[in-house]
């Protein structure tokens, strides 16, 4: 009968061991952790706007550059898909072997990361998110943007003496923001983790590691990489009806991250709280994170698309933009808008497959949602506005009848993951 007691006792002192993400109120744990990381990733999506409004005011420049950094975008994204995978597998391994209380796979979890990082500097904020300081990781991003947006006027224009570098000064401002978000994060991951040894003996590659956490992130790698060339596929099927509609559509993309940035926030903080709590085999706290999180992204993606809705006039009054341009733009604004419910469910869903290591319902979902679902409606309303079709505006249907599909497969998959993950804890 002893024994009984000290085993209970063992089991219920490591789950108190564990923390908040072990013990915290679910709901109130998902916002705690997903608030800064929203307000942080909004924060980026503000600079994107905001560096495309600043190039935009270039004398001579106007909307060819924008037009520029919309060709440019998709190899930009791409060469940070890697980065973007690597962070989510890291994020969603490191959780699972804290919550399954394995520290040293999680000690050696981090210490691969930070060597994958030697590379690639992402990784760093999901260490944090991982662990449940969405705050540190806030913190480092938001300096690194605002540092971006204090220096673009002065390299671009050529303030505080400094020549007018035009674009360039735009890309250098960049990098500087990059680096200094990169330092903040080492810093903030060295003192603040403590769930784990930070020993350098660590960092030594392991295999399996690196394969656990690229077996979790993969999916994230290739639906980055779909996005860069969705829209690279979207300009040349665009840039036939005219360039004024490639440079629309690069400048609604850069709006619409303000809202969807904030559903790709929430996703990292639904990751590593069922991961963790996955690991911890708690089905409880499983589903309600699955629950709390697509409800807080409904909510939000409802309030993003009643905002885009109200403010679509001013927004694209931005940029300085020629009226047909001006009125292409207002019109992705207000049609692509409506699939934002749709967009944030299906983002909400890979984080929760990735989470419960259903890489392959993740891919699932982004092939379906930026590929198979949106390409053919795309080319055929193209067709049709080349063959006289009077409301040019159609092409950007394309975008709701795709997040609309694939949210319907989402669930059907949700269904089956949670079948076989989470019923069978």
């Not at 760093?124 to 998110?129: G, H």
């Not at 409802?302 to 020629?322: H, K």
């Not at 290591?357 to 795309?378: C, H, K, M, N, T």
């Amino acid at each position: 009968m002893g024994s009984g007691v000290d085993v209970k006792n063992e089991v219920q002192d490591s789950h108190e061991d564990k923390g908040a993400m072990a013990n915290a109120p679910v709901g109130r744990l998902m916002l705690k952790i997903g608030i800064p990381m929203i307000l942080s990733m909004m924060l980026q999506a503000v600079y994107n706007i905001v560096d495309s409004a600043f190039v935009s005011a270039i004398p001579k420049v106007g909307e060819q550059g924008l037009n520029a950094l919309t060709l440019a975008f998709p190899v930009q994204m791409l060469i940070v898909a890697i980065s973007i995978g690597t962070g989510v597998g890291c994020n969603a391994l490191l959780s699972k072997s804290l919550g399954q209380g394995d520290k040293e796979k999680a000690s050696r979890t981090a210490g691969n990361g930070l060597f994958l990082a030697l590379i690639i500097y992402i990784v760093f904020e999901k260490l944090l998110q991982a662990t449940g300081r969405s705050l540190y990781s806030t913190i480092a991003q938001v300096a690194g943007a605002v540092a971006n947006m204090m220096l673009d006027p002065i390299f671009i224009f050529g303030w505080l003496g400094l020549p007018k570098m035009g674009v360039t000064g735009a890309a250098i401002a960049t990098v500087i923001g990059q680096i200094l978000s990169l330092v903040l994060a080492l810093i903030f991951h060295f003192k603040y983790n403590v769930e784990f040894s930070k020993n350098m003996k660590y960092c030594k590659p392991d295999s399996q590691i690196i394969k656990n956490i690229y077996s979790i992130g993969l999916p994230a790698i290739i639906a980055q990489a779909l996005m860069s060339i969705l829209t690279y596929l979207l300009n040349i099927i665009f840039v036939k009806i005219g360039e004024n509609v490639v440079t629309a559509y690069g400048l609604y993309y850069k709006i619409q991250q303000f809202i969807l940035f904030a559903a790709f926030g929430l996703r990292d903080a639904i990751t590593p709280i069922v991961s963790f709590n996955h690991g911890l085999k708690s089905k409880e706290r499983v589903m309600a994170g699955i629950r709390y999180g697509l409800l807080y992204t409904i909510v939000i993606m409802t309030a993003g698309m009643i905002a885009l809705e109200i403010f679509a006039n001013p927004l694209a009054g931005l940029f300085g933009l020629s009226g047909e341009t001006e009125a292409l733009c207002i019109s992705a604004i207000r049609i692509i808008s409506l699939s934002f419910i749709f967009a944030g469910i299906n983002i909400a869903f890979q984080g929760i497959f990735q989470a419960l290591d259903s890489g392959v319902e993740s891919l699932i979902i982004s092939v379906l949602r930026q590929f198979a679902f949106v390409l053919p409606p795309a080319t055929i309303f193209t067709s049709m506005v080349l063959h006289g079709f009077s409301f040019s505006g159609i092409i950007w249907f394309s975008f709701l009848i795709a997040e609309g599909l694939t949210a319907i497969v989402g669930y059907v998959l949700l269904k089956k993951v949670i079948r076989n993950k989470v019923d069978t804890v």
